[in-house]
């Protein structure tokens, strides 16, 4: 069984999902791939205690306090390759921005191959169940172009800030795909 919340968030209002004991997702409103990850319905529950502990996390997160992923039990749901591209974004600092390629050298290093499509790590960054906790928004493509946020690029552009990014070389593209 598969349960879910409701948070408030200065991005609006977010769903939180549980299996009983782990965080299985966090999807902001509107967010593409809301649920995806999950092969049943979702019952609301809001007494679970890591509910509680997500909701907490979220107002220190929001506060702009730097809590750490390891306080939250997560259990995403995904293959081998998408769950270690989130084990990348898990290790990505506050403040600090990756690029795709950069995720796809370090998978194809773990993974010892000699290179890794940029474009398969966007398919896992971009199907992360549990957003803003596994930070997909420090994600940006190699020119400082900010596309690829399924909660949408204004929001990408506030997580950023909130989390003190020198936003000066990131942009949002004129036209592109991923926006």
């Known amino acids: 069984m598969v349960y879910s919340t409701r948070y408030t968030s200065p991005l609006g209002t977010i769903t939180l999902a549980c299996?009983?004991?782990?965080l299985v997702g966090l999807w902001i409103e509107g967010q593409k791939y809301h649920g995806g990850t999950l092969s049943e319905k979702m019952a609301e529950m809001n007494d679970v205690p890591?509910?509680?502990?997500?909701?907490?996390?979220?107002?220190?997160?929001?506060?702009?306090?730097?809590?750490?992923?390891?306080e939250l039990p997560l259990a995403p749901i995904g293959g081998d390759f998408r769950q270690g591209v989130w084990n990348i974004l898990c290790e990505i600092p506050y403040g600090e921005v990756i690029t795709?390629?950069?995720?796809?050298?370090?998978?194809?290093?773990?993974?010892?191959?000699e290179s890794m499509s940029s474009q398969a790590v966007?398919?896992?960054v971009g199907h992360n169940p549990i957003s803003i906790i596994i930070p997909c928004h420090r994600v940006v493509g190699a020119n400082g172009s900010l596309t690829g946020y399924a909660g949408g690029i204004s929001k990408k552009i506030k997580l950023l800030e909130l989390e003190g990014v020198n936003m000066s070389r990131l942009f949002v593209p004129a036209k592109g795909t991923a926006l």
């Open 19 to 22: 299996d009983g004991e782990k």
């Open 50 to 70: 890591v509910f509680d502990a997500a909701k907490k996390w979220l107002n220190r997160y929001f506060a702009g306090h730097k809590p750490a992923i390891s």
């Open 100 to 113: 795709y390629g950069d995720i796809a050298k370090k998978m194809a290093a773990r993974m010892n191959k």
């Open 122 to 124: 966007g398919g896992a």
